[in-house]
């Protein structure tokens, strides 16, 4: 088998990854408290991070369960014509595993499957995969003060396990949203949702309806703009678009790239602060926003001679409000002769096709639906009962406020859960990789820190997470993000999907677990339970002094927040 194309970080080294020093060491902890078995829901990007962040400091009792027949996440699901990354891949990638040669700046999506792939067989994670299972319900014992997995295995037969911490890592665009428009069900052609794109049925020749225009859509209508012989494309809301180059890397910029390592930490380093810029514009509409704006504007209109067209696909909101897209191909693909873009509603699909809210009807052999995913859902319909047999659907119900986690990770009333890439914690502007590697590192904290105090458990208070939620959404106001509705935000106008702020301003606020902020759970079988009340850290790995929150020495934030 030959090495994977990329650099990993192995325990007890000091390295440099991603610009950044990265130190690497076993946590052994200074009591007698065993090892904690720790179950992760979910085998992408978000499950492979806090796994390889477990394993890296001394957490060997992990398993990862995943509902695909391969690890991989989005990109195992989200195997469509085009399918890309729109961020960079040399930051769209691990701090600790950084790949020596990637084909693109932005790689296409089999790329980056096979790298995610290599990275979880090198550091150990892939052979605690287990593939094929799906979570059903996760349900926290008061009595026992551990978790209970309920899964159902390939063979369909119901299975338990149990363990002392849940990470759940099943992201926020993994349910596909299928539109509920009247008569879709009589459809007689063929149809299927972008993100489970039926590559056995060949478009070549046929007509084609695309229901949707985001960013999946994005990539895949110019492949088959080329291929089908007549595409409709429905258009709901139009987006603002940035160029995004899709060749291969210059053969000397690749050179340094692959032989350089201090080229690769610049180039990291550039597009690290490239989008915090962009995350800047959005934070500032009136200022830097309306430049990025002027910006994407001109870009739109070389791409769009068509005065029609352009009239159509030209956003009335401000820039950021919405997904801003990278794409050089789908303005033009929008003006090619086979291909009409309709921004009438679709009313109903008859059996013949899509009719809209004027009458007209087109008839199509085939319907795409790019309509992207249930955001808002996380890891429902999955049942998660907490402490006193709390649902956390309940929980997270509308007239409660909606989804809500201290960081995006912890939830007060469900006792050591973990949440990867939970509400509040994605980016319009940034890598999902770098918050992602941010909750890892969290999630090991605790787990030392609660291990050290010879706890079962700890629990964020609930004071704490109502005022984090409080202030989260107080930072919105005056941004772009607040000024449309979009699937960031619920129908009354609550922002749960998004981080207000800045990458590295995301590193500092996770970089140290604050015991204050958490109350522990004493172990059932300890005599000295009531010693592992909440309080300042003792003495161990990783704390400086009693009081002090665990975690790196102040202003010093680990290698992502230096990206």
Not at 15 to 31: E, H, L, Q, T
Not at 536 to 546: L, N
């Amino acid at each position: 088998m030959r090495a994977p194309p990329f650099r990993v970080i192995c325990p007890a080294v000091v390295a440099k990854a991603g610009g950044a020093a990265y130190r690497d060491a076993v946590d052994v902890p200074s009591n007698s408290a065993p090892a904690p078995r720790v179950i992760v829901v979910g085998a992408g990007f978000g499950g492979v991070a806090a796994a390889a962040e477990l394993l890296r400091h001394g957490f060997e009792d992990v398993t990862l369960l995943e509902a695909a027949a391969e690890l991989g996440g989005t990109w195992q699901h989200n195997r469509y014509p085009g399918a890309a990354c729109d961020v960079p891949s040399h930051l769209y990638s691990y701090s600790f595993a950084q790949r020596a040669e990637w084909s693109r700046v932005f790689s296409p999506g089999a790329e980056i499957l096979e790298y995610l792939r290599g990275t979880a067989a090198a550091l150990g994670v892939a052979r605690r995969v287990v593939t094929g299972t799906q979570v059903t319900a996760c349900a926290w014992d008061d009595t026992t003060r551990r978790w209970t997995v309920h899964s159902r295995g390939p063979d369909g037969r119901e299975e338990r396990r149990t363990a002392d911490a849940l990470v759940v890592a099943t992201g926020q665009l993994n349910h596909p949203a299928l539109p509920r428009t009247q008569g879709r069900s009589t459809f007689a052609g063929h149809s299927f949702h972008s993100a489970r794109w039926d590559h056995g049925y060949d478009v070549r020749g046929k007509r084609v309806a695309v229901l949707g225009t985001g960013a999946s859509a994005a990539q895949f209508v110019p492949e088959l703009a080329a291929q089908v012989q007549s595409l409709v494309v429905f258009q709901r809301t139009p987006n603002w678009f940035l160029p995004r180059r899709t060749g291969p890397y210059p053969a000397p910029g690749r050179w340094l790239l692959r032989h350089v390592p201090f080229a690769r930490r610049l180039w990291r380093s550039t597009v690290f602060h490239a989008l915090e810029v962009l995350t800047l514009a959005i934070r500032h509409p009136r200022t830097l926003g309306r430049l990025a704006q002027l910006v994407s504007g001109a870009f739109m209109r070389r791409q769009l001679p068509d005065r029609e067209v352009r009239r159509k696909v030209w956003p009335d909101y401000p820039f950021g409000c919405k997904r801003v897209l990278l794409s050089s191909d789908f303005l033009p693909a929008l003006q090619r002769p086979n291909v009409r873009l309709v921004t009438e509603p679709v009313v109903r699909i008859t059996p013949g096709g899509p009719e809209t809210a004027d009458g007209r009807r087109y008839e199509v052999d085939c319907i795409v639906y790019g309509t992207g995913f249930r955001t808002n859902t996380f890891m429902f319909p999955m049942d998660v009962t907490g402490a006193g047999g709390r649902s956390l659907k309940d929980e997270w119900a509308e007239g409660g406020g909606g989804p809500a986690a201290h960081l995006g990770i912890t939830v007060s009333g469900f006792p050591s859960m973990f949440l990867m890439y939970g509400p509040g914690t994605n980016t319009s502007g940034g890598s999902i990789i770098f918050f992602l590697e941010a909750q890892a590192r969290y999630v090991r904290k605790a787990l030392q820190w609660t291990r050290r105090q010879g706890a079962a458990a700890l629990d964020v208070r609930p004071e704490v997470q109502e005022a984090g939620r409080r202030a989260l959404q107080a930072r919105f106001a005056g941004t772009a993000w607040a000024q449309c509705a979009s699937w960031y935000r619920t129908a009354d106008g609550r922002h749960i999907a998004n981080w207000p702020g800045y990458m590295r301003e995301y590193a500092r606020r996770t970089g140290r677990l604050d015991p204050d902020e958490y109350v522990l759970i004493p172990r059932p079988d300890s005599a000295t339970a009531a010693a592992a009340a909440p309080g300042p850290c003792g003495p161990g790995p990783g704390t400086e002094r009693a009081g002090r929150p665990v975690g790196e020495r102040p202003g010093a934030e680990g290698a992502a927040d230096r990206a």
